[in-house]
């Protein structure tokens, strides 16, 4: 079962944020400035056009205000939309400073992270994080920072412009109030969980493709392709179901903020007859009020309007926030070793309560001897050489090794990038003398007259394609350049061909001369060839020798080695 990773607090998600914004505290308040008169500036026109219809009624005596007040009124146009776009482009500008701060924080917290949390949590959780997550929070800013930050001081301007006009206009406004906070509560009641549920489902769809694109030839060779699309279309609908739900509820919002709006108009209307009728107001003040109270639509239904965005990219940053606050728990790191040997004692390891891996294993690797290790699938090899490598930490036990460790599986990853740089990951400081003699001694010298600029040459998804066989001889190349004193390969030549197996398992064996090792054998040549050979059974080590010690006894690996050696 997954264990997602953390979601972190809305004060988390917070504090976060603010440490995130560029430096400079002197932009808040300038920015609060330019928004503020951006905001008074819109309130000029309908003050002026209620101006307008008093001076109109009055007849000759107003007409001459009318081309003053068409000035005032154009300049203050022009005013609010340049502070406007000028308070929009900054606070975006701040905002996706912000986020760009936190997916990097993100990216590298989660590559700090232990393997095993990262399995735990299903890669799909992390990878939706830093693609969906990220995705809707830089889709919302657009939307919802100009919302945001005009819409509180438009509000809180007006209502001051209609207390002006008269007392009572901005008592009907305050008065119409508690149905939009209504409106609003009731959707951060129900909005917040249901985004949540429809993240994490988009990480389980995620999850699901993830297994059946990587484990494609697995699929295919069992079969189980039916049972694979029947998971990703549940997940699929999973994600449907709760997108329907937020939409349901995002309509509900919806016609509460309609029902506001009536009762404002009609609650102004209603206010600005009785003071007309009671000469207490003017035609004119009741048509400025009506027209501030109409100008309100724009920012009160965007800011509620973006609320759904708001809500979303809430939950979204509460994701990226919960991996860049992610504390992994005390592990017992491995005690260093002064010399080359390795030490696993008494090791038991779990992945699922009650469902053992690995029982009581004990094993001690000599400084410079190779170990292999064998078994029939599911024995336990990968997990024993995971915490061998440090990649686990074990349930019980204790592991004892060197400081520096490769550990070289059979999925290699190759980076979008030239052959060079794929090499000098291991190796910084290494100089192409160096890297081509790492390739020459892994038997790897075949690219340079592949490959048309050699070491120049981009490789990976968006260059040269590389096939298994010469990305294990790279991933090979790099333990020779990074010089490690305990090398692991868990099956780090399965992925090759049987044309290709014998130059990988001689490309293995240079990696691991004159070092630690510990080999988990996809081939049992590698095991002939190795110092000292364990055969894993259920989790348990059932026999442990030389090869040749092994073959005399007449024990389960005599009969693998015989089974295997007849079969070649």
Same mark, same amino acid.
């Not at 007409?63 to 146009?77: F, N, Q, R």
């Not at 029947?230 to 739900?245: G, K, Y």
């Given at each position: 079962m997954s264990i997602p990773l953390p979601l972190a607090s809305a004060g988390d998600v917070a504090r976060e944020v603010w440490r995130a914004l560029p430096r400079g505290w002197w932009r808040l308040p300038a920015l609060a400035a330019v928004v503020l008169g951006a905001a008074a500036a819109g309130i000029v026109g309908p003050l002026a056009l209620g101006t307008v219809v008093d001076a109109l009624g009055a007849g000759e005596r107003g007409?001459?205000?009318?081309?003053?007040?068409?000035? $005032?009124?154009?300049? #203050? +146009?022009v005013a609010n939309v340049v502070l406007t776009a000028i308070g929009t482009v900054t606070a975006s500008h701040l905002c996706e400073s912000a986020l760009a701060v936190l997916r990097e924080s993100m990216v590298e917290t989660g590559l700090r992270l232990p393997q095993e949390r990262i399995e735990r949590a299903g890669t799909g959780d992390l990878i939706a994080r830093a693609g969906d997550d990220v995705a809707e929070v830089s889709d919302a800013i657009?939307?919802?920072?100009?919302?945001?930050?005009g819409a509180a001081f438009t509000i809180a301007v007006t209502v001051v412009g209609m207390a002006v006009i008269d007392p009572w206009y901005a008592v009907v406004l305050l008065a119409?109030?508690? $149905?939009?906070?209504? #409106? +609003?509560?009731r959707y951060l009641r129900d909005a917040p969980p249901v985004y949540a549920a429809e993240r994490a489902a988009m990480s389980e769809r995620a999850q699901q493709l993830l297994d059946a694109l990587r484990g494609r030839e697995t699929v295919r060779a069992f079969g189980l392709a039916g049972s694979r699309l029947?998971?990703?279309?549940?997940?699929?609908?999973?994600?449907?179901?709760?997108?329907?739900?937020a939409r349901g509820i995002q309509n509900r919002?919806?016609?509460?903020?309609?029902?506001?709006?009536?009762?404002?108009m009609a609650g102004l209307l209603i206010a600005g007859f009785v003071l007309v009728s009671a000469d207490a107001g003017t035609l004119g003040g009741t048509t400025a009020a009506m027209l501030l109270f109409l100008r309100l639509f724009g920012p009160i239904n965007q800011v509620l309007f973006v609320t759904d965005d708001l809500q979303s990219a809430l939950a979204s940053l509460g994701r990226i926030v919960g991996v860049i606050r992610t504390e992994t728990a005390p592990e017992r790191e491995a005690a260093s070793v002064a010399g080359d040997t390795v030490h696993l004692a008494k090791v038991t390891h779990s992945f699922v309560p009650g469902v053992t891996v690995l029982h009581d294993v004990s094993l001690r690797i000599g400084a410079h001897e190779t170990v292999a290790v064998v078994g029939a699938s599911g024995a336990g090899k990968t997990t024993l050489a995971a915490i061998a490598a440090g990649v686990h930490t074990p349930g019980h036990g204790e592991v004892r090794r060197p400081h520096s460790v490769a550990l070289v599986t059979q999925d290699v990853?190759?980076?979008?990038?030239?052959?060079?740089?794929?090499?000098t990951l291991a190796a910084a400081d290494a100089t192409d003398a160096e890297v081509r003699d790492a390739l020459i001694r892994v038997g790897a010298d075949s690219l340079f007259t592949r490959l048309a600029r050699g070491l120049d040459e981009p490789v990976g998804a968006s260059g040269t394609t590389l096939t298994a066989a010469e990305a294990q001889h790279i991933a090979l190349a790099r333990v020779l350049l990074a010089d490690?004193?305990?090398v692991v390969l868990?099956?780090?030549t399965a992925e090759a061909g049987s044309s290709e197996a014998g130059r990988l398992e001689e490309a293995a064996a240079t990696a691991v001369r004159g070092r630690t090792a510990l080999v988990v054998a996809h081939r049992l040549s590698q095991a002939a060839a190795a110092d000292r050979v364990v055969l894993l059974d259920r989790g348990r080590v059932r026999e442990e020798g030389t090869h040749d010690r092994l073959r005399a006894a007449g024990g389960d690996y005599a009969r693998l080695w015989a089974a295997w050696s007849g079969s070649e």
């Open positions: 007409a001459h205000l009318v081309p003053l007040l068409a000035v $005032v009124m154009s300049v #203050a +146009v657009p939307r919802v920072v100009p919302a945001v930050v119409v109030s508690p $149905v939009h906070v209504w #409106a +609003v509560r029947s998971r990703i279309s549940e997940a699929s609908w999973t994600v449907v179901r709760w997108s329907m739900r919002f919806f016609a509460r903020l309609n029902g506001a709006e009536f009762l404002g990853h190759v980076f979008d990038t030239t052959l060079r740089e794929n090499l490690p004193a305990f868990d099956e780090a």
